[in-house]
């Protein structure tokens, strides 16, 4: 039944290292078939790497590799997006803003592709660069962010079309 209000917010239990929901939530989009104590080593050990970058070369504003963490989701989260709208029997790319819970969920996804997409490497190095790139601004997921936003301002003219 489409459009149900779930419980998974209430039921999410915080990260055992961290407290902190967000990680936690982060830890279950990157799991797979079930595997979470491998997510959680994959993504402990990404913050562990992040940690020892931060102790050569420090980022400001943050000052541990929580705040590296949720600046880098921060920074990749996309503020419009176009949604294809059938008008008139033709189909316009119509920008729209994005609801809080979807933009962390597509920075989520952004993230994690990224880090995917790469080859040759264990995994927590890959999202440790990743995340590390994002807290920057820069990356495969920020690129994905801008294209993201460059499509709604070309479509900007079909915003009228927004309900």
């Known amino acids: 039944m489409a459009g149900r209000i779930t419980a998974s917010e209430s039921q999410l239990r915080p990260d055992p290292k961290f407290g902190d929901k967000v990680l936690s939530k982060f830890i279950n989009c990157i799991m797979y078939s079930g595997r979470k104590t491998s997510a959680e080593r994959c993504v402990y050990d990404a913050l562990d790497v992040i940690k020892g970058r931060m102790q050569k070369d420090p980022v400001e504003g943050c000052d541990n590799e929580l705040h590296v963490f949720r600046r880098a989701i921060d ?36 993230v994690i592709n990224a880090a995917r997409s790469e080859k040759g490497r264990p995994m927590h190095m890959k999202l440790a660069d990743e995340l590390w790139a994002a807290s920057r601004g820069e990356g495969k997921a920020m690129t994905t962010r801008d294209q993201t936003h460059r499509m709604a301002e070309a479509n900007k003219a079909f915003a009228h079309f927004a309900r």
């Open 75 to 110: 920074n990749v989260k996309p503020y419009v997006e176009v949604r294809s709208k059938r008008i008139g029997g033709a189909n316009y790319q119509v920008p729209m803003q994005v609801k809080p819970n979807r933009q962390q969920s597509l920075a989520f996804r952004w």
